[in-house]
């Protein structure tokens, strides 16, 4: 018997889809991470202060980008 096929296919990737390791929120989200996996059978309020940091850093990243996408002239 021989295989069809020996080369394994990945799943498409969404080329609009920003990858989170190229934010700039991505350490704020690893030491949320860090912190949970830390802190487990503690609960998540031990990491609160964590996330925090990374909720508003996503937030001023949007207000960023919104705002790059006003400036933008769709007719340039």
Do not use: I, W
């Amino acid at each position: 018997k021989t295989m069809a096929s020996s080369k394994t296919q990945l799943p498409p990737e969404y080329p609009s889809a920003s990858r989170l390791s190229d934010s700039e929120c991505y350490p704020a989200y690893s030491a949320s991470l860090k912190c949970l996996e830390k802190h487990y059978s503690e609960g998540k309020s031990k990491c609160q202060k964590h996330f925090d940091v990374y909720k508003e850093c996503k937030k001023k990243e949007r207000a960023s980008r919104l705002e790059r996408n006003r400036n933008r002239s769709l007719f340039s």
